[in-house]
């Protein structure tokens, strides 16, 4: 095609038709400039067909993730409220209540729940480069929500694990021989000494790490409810 076009125009100048051979020349130009833009608007087509499937196929990772995030979230909300009962009731008899502890469960002053978001510790990148604006900002607003709940969380753990369980320690509080006997019913095993609970229960001290135990395990099934409802609005946005 190429010694055709060549052909053409040394012929045009051996006949010395030099109007002709310009006019033909940037004819010439023009077809392979469109040819050019032609091949450029099927790459870009191509390529903007390629992200469209690469964003589809991160969105769907993205929501099946959330999925796993809600089913985390409900059984650390369902571990708070065993929690919060617990701390509930030590409050209750450090103020003078004459009902009997559930020794079984009392353990449970020293757990904390978990928090580790799937979605945003897999796709955070990701999603800071999506094209999408309406889909970028609404998936980095939640993952902002995370991060306040896990401002919170980090001070319910800090509570928990730094605080209470070196109290727990240091007053002698621990049943060692939990560790070798057998539950007596389906909770969890007496992990605390009952006649030292109930002693430092009369103890400001643990009284107060009780107080900041209830506060923050409160402020952190709060926020987890707030999380698991915006967790389900998001999926269904994005489904």
Do not use: C
């Amino acid at each position: 095609m190429i010694k055709f076009f060549r052909k053409i125009r040394q012929q045009f100048l051996v006949e010395n038709k030099v109007r002709r051979y310009f006019f033909y020349a940037f004819g010439e130009i023009v077809l392979v400039v469109l040819g050019i833009l032609i091949a450029l608007s099927i790459n870009n087509w191509n390529e903007g067909r390629k992200n469209d499937q690469k964003e589809s196929l991160l969105i769907k990772n993205i929501i099946e993730d959330l999925k796993l995030d809600s089913v985390l979230i409900s059984q650390s909300l369902s571990e708070m409220e065993d929690q919060i009962h617990v701390v509930d009731e030590l409050i209750s008899k450090a103020l003078g209540s004459e009902k009997i502890l559930n020794y079984d469960s009392m353990g449970l002053v020293r757990f904390s729940s978990n928090f580790r978001p799937i979605a945003q510790r897999n796709h955070a990148e990701a999603v800071s480069n999506l094209e999408n604006e309406f889909t970028r900002e609404i998936l980095q607003n939640y993952f902002l929500k995370e991060d306040d709940v896990m401002d919170i969380f980090i001070e319910y753990h800090d509570i928990i694990h730094n605080k209470i369980r070196s109290y727990l320690s240091d007053v002698g509080m621990h049943n060692l021989k939990s560790l070798y006997e057998e539950p007596s019913n389906e909770l969890v095993p007496v992990l605390l000494q009952p006649d030292i609970l109930e002693e430092q229960l009369r103890e400001v001290k643990f009284q107060q790490l009780l107080f900041e135990r209830h506060l923050k395990s409160s402020s952190f099934k709060m926020l987890l409810n707030v999380l698991k409802t915006d967790n389900q609005e998001l999926i269904n946005i994005l489904s």
